[in-house]
């Protein structure tokens, strides 16, 4: 059986679930959860723009297609999905990021991004 690191928040509380549809996050349980062989540090929950779809497929990974033989049915802006940390800081960093849904974060993701750059992009607090 494969140990996922403690399903913890960005504030240190309980992981909420990203995503069931489509099911997101490393193991594709709907969460963000990671452990070391989660290379990518999928820990990221995200709500998908057409901006973003757009920019990741010009960065080579193509998140609006299908993909049946891997299970994944394409994404479509206003899903959620579990993005690879370093990803959304690249995305930040070309004024691309999409918004962030924090307590659907897990904590891991703070090794790659500072709390204060998730913060600006919360869609999940007032």
Same mark, same amino acid.
């Given at each position: 059986?494969?140990?996922?690191?403690?399903?913890?928040? =960005?504030?240190?509380?309980?992981?909420?679930?990203?995503?069931? /549809?489509?099911?997101?996050?490393?193991?594709?349980?709907?969460?963000?959860? !990671?452990?070391?062989?989660?290379?990518?540090?999928? !820990? =990221?929950?995200?709500?998908?723009?057409?901006?973003?779809?757009?920019?990741?497929?010009?960065?080579?990974?193509?998140?609006? /297609?299908?993909?049946?033989?891997?299970?994944?049915?394409?994404?479509?802006?206003?899903?959620?999905?579990? &993005?690879?940390? +370093?990803?959304?800081?690249?995305?930040?960093?070309?004024?691309?990021?999409?918004?962030?849904?924090? /307590?659907?974060?897990?904590?891991? +993701?703070?090794?790659? =991004?500072? &709390?204060? &750059?998730?913060?600006?992009? +919360? +869609?999940?607090?007032?």
């Amino acid at each position: 059986m494969i140990e996922k690191d403690e399903s913890i928040n =960005v504030f240190g509380e309980t992981l909420e679930s990203c995503s069931e /549809t489509p099911i997101t996050g490393f193991f594709r349980d709907g969460c963000c959860n !990671t452990n070391e062989q989660d290379v990518g540090s999928h !820990t =990221v929950c995200i709500e998908v723009t057409q901006k973003f779809l757009e920019y990741s497929r010009f960065r080579g990974n193509d998140l609006s /297609t299908p993909m049946p033989e891997y299970g994944f049915p394409g994404l479509a802006p206003g899903d959620r999905w579990c &993005l690879c940390a +370093a990803r959304w800081k690249e995305a930040y960093d070309q004024d691309m990021a999409p918004r962030v849904h924090l /307590t659907r974060t897990h904590k891991k +993701a703070l090794e790659i =991004v500072p &709390l204060e &750059l998730l913060r600006q992009f +919360a +869609a999940d607090l007032n």
